[in-house]
């Protein structure tokens, strides 16, 4: 899978790790920065990373900073994204099946490396369910004014 990831400067190390780590997976990584821990504004990357996934140069996004909150509010606001903080492995699952998630955002200052890992492959590794739930998340599309051109049946 084609993986997008950025962070700002308080998630600059755990971006790397998790690089490195999908890079071991076999995905093929696509760093949009930063390239050093000097301090940056989190929207800045978050577009970055997500106008890869409008694009369909990626299949998803993995964004980081110090809670994940700001990086999951910048990403919203780029028509097509939809952008979670998972601080588990069942967030992460459940934001796929039911809400057609592509982009997952991790706190560095709170969450532990192994929990982001797990998280990330179950993220990855889950499926949209449809049915029910493709109605649903055809209406979050048109609240951003975006296609859904990822949905089953479309």
Same mark, same amino acid.
């Given at each position: 899978?084609? @993986?997008? @990831? ?5 998630g600059f190390d755990l971006k790397h790790e998790l690089a490195a780590y999908l890079k071991e997976s076999g995905h093929q990584v696509d ?21 890869? +996934?409008?694009?369909?140069? *990626?299949? %998803? *996004? /993995? !964004? /980081?900073? &110090? ?8 990403? $919203? ?7 979670? /903080? ?12 039911? $809400?057609?998630? $592509? ?8 969450? &532990?490396?192994?929990? *982001?890992?797990?998280? !990330?492959? /179950?993220? +990855? ?6 049915? %029910?739930?493709t109605g649903r998340v055809a209406k979050i599309s048109r609240l951003d004014g975006s296609a859904v051109n990822d949905l089953p049946g479309?």
């Amino acid at each position: 899978m084609k @993986i997008a @990831i950025a962070s700002d400067h308080a998630g600059f190390d755990l971006k790397h790790e998790l690089a490195a780590y999908l890079k071991e997976s076999g995905h093929q990584v696509d760093d949009q920065g930063p390239f050093s821990a000097d301090r940056v504004d989190y929207p800045d990357f978050a577009e970055r990373a997500c106008s890869r +996934l409008v694009d369909k140069s *990626v299949h %998803r *996004v /993995v !964004l /980081v900073c &110090g809670s994940g909150i700001g990086m999951a509010m910048s990403a $919203n606001k780029i028509p097509g994204c939809r952008a979670v /903080v998972a601080h588990n492995s069942w967030e992460a699952e459940m934001s796929r099946r039911h $809400n057609n998630a $592509n982009v997952i955002c991790f706190g560095s200052r709170s969450m &532990g490396v192994d929990v *982001v890992k797990q998280s !990330l492959d /179950v993220f +990855l590794a889950t499926e949209f369910d449809g049915g %029910r739930h493709t109605g649903r998340v055809a209406k979050i599309s048109r609240l951003d004014g975006s296609a859904v051109n990822d949905l089953p049946g479309e």
